[in-house]
């Protein structure tokens, strides 16, 4: 790298220095309440029980996290929480029965209280060849939903990535008979100011300075 390239390269960093600086503090806890139980029971807490037996109970169970952290024009990436299916030995064979899972995410930083999701949640229960069993558990809505508000000067925007087992998205559980499977509901979190940032006088004169330099290295180049 010549010389002018690299006096170019110190200048754009320093210019992009205010972009960084750009990034606002967020804060909060998140919470997970199932509703419209058809069958079983869990209704108003973080529980689904949707078959139970002497052996014990085939549950949804989704725990919400706390998080903090930075966003602004560089990702705040959250993970919200986990899901957990428990899939018992099948008494009842629930099929294709549906409840609602409202995930709060509660803003401490900034104040902004409750930003609810909610989805639909589908259980289908049934049996493989005659022993044993799966709980196949649709995840499908939770992937695109956004919400946007604003506090103070700042307008938020909080986008949910869907359910993610490592590095591998679902769209389901397919839970065999007296196992679990679990996954971490994920959302990008990105903030911008209402008004539009008008570019600092220091940053302007630094991208000027950096072009002007170049263009007198080339000049010399040529003339010689």
Partial sequence: MNRAAKILAVFMVLALVPLFADNVPI??????TFSGIPVANGNG???WIYDSNSDGSSTLTFAGNSFSGLTGPILGIIDLGTLTDNNSSIVNKVQNVTATLTVDVDFTTPNAGDQAFAFTVGVDEHFLLGFGADAVVDLSTFNGPSTTFSVGSEEYTVTLDGFWAGIIPLSFFDTGNDNSNSADLWAT???SPL???VPEPASVILLA???GMMA???RRRKKT
């Fill in 45 to 47: 807490t973080n529980t």
């Fill in 189 to 191: 979190i990105t903030s």
């Fill in 195 to 197: 008004t539009p940032a």
């Fill in 27 to 32: 804060g909060g806890n998140v919470t997970g």
């Fill in 209 to 211: 300075s950096a072009g």
């Fill in 216 to 218: 007198l290295s080339l």
